[in-house]
C-alpha cells in the first residue's frame, strides 16, 4: 500500500535540555502530548502548576509524590512515603493486603498483585528518590522521552487505583 511520504511515521532520538529555555520548550511539548494520548488526570494533578510554568523536573517530582499521596488516601497508611507506603498498601505478609487491584483469589492474580506493588516500588526508587536527593542543577538529567515514559506508567498505576478495594 502507497503511503504519501507526509503520512510516513518518522522516529527520532530525544535531546537532553540544557539551558533553561531548551528546558521550557521541553516541558511546553510534554504538557500537549500528555493531553493527547489522555493521560490519568491524577498523573497530572499535583503538578499542574510545574507543568504551567514548564519546570520538567518539579513536574515529574511532584507527579511521584502525588502517587503516594494517593495511595496514603486509598490506605488510610499515613506518615509514610515511597518503597515504605507500598507494603502497609499491597504487601502479603500477613494474610491479605490492605489494597487489591483484583480478587486476589488465584496464583497468577496474586503474582499479579505483587508485579504492581514492585512497579509502585520501582517508580518510587527510580524517579522519586534520586529526585529528592539531588539537586537539579547537580546534573539531574531528564529526556522528553523519560519524562513522558513516566508519565505514562503514572496513568497506568492510576488507572489501576482507580479500582483496587480497600480491605
Request: aromatic share 8%; net charge positive; hydrophobic share 40%.
Amino acid at each position: 500500500m502507497f503511503v504519501p511520504r507526509r503520512f510516513r511515521a518518522r522516529v527520532a532520538t530525544a535531546r537532553r535540555a540544557s539551558t533553561l529555555g531548551e528546558a521550557a520548550r521541553l516541558a511546553g511539548r510534554l504538557q500537549t502530548e500528555l493531553r493527547r494520548r489522555g493521560a490519568h488526570p491524577e498523573a497530572t494533578r499535583y503538578c499542574e502548576e510545574e507543568l504551567l510554568r514548564r519546570s520538567t523536573f518539579h513536574a515529574m517530582f511532584e507527579a511521584t509524590k502525588g502517587l503516594a499521596e494517593r495511595l496514603r488516601a486509598l490506605s488510610g497508611a499515613h506518615d509514610i512515603d515511597g518503597t515504605e507506603l507500598v507494603d502497609p498498601c499491597f504487601g502479603t505478609k500477613g494474610g491479605d493486603p490492605v489494597l487489591r487491584t483484583n480478587t486476589f483469589s488465584t496464583k497468577s492474580e496474586i503474582s499479579e498483585h505483587t508485579g504492581f506493588a514492585n512497579l509502585l516500588r520501582g517508580i518510587f526508587g527510580t524517579f522519586r528518590n534520586p529526585m529528592a536527593h539531588t539537586a537539579r542543577i547537580a546534573g539531574w538529567e531528564i529526556t522528553e522521552s523519560d519524562a513522558l515514559d513516566l508519565f505514562s506508567m503514572l496513568s497506568y498505576l492510576h488507572r489501576r487505583l482507580d479500582g483496587a478495594v480497600r480491605r
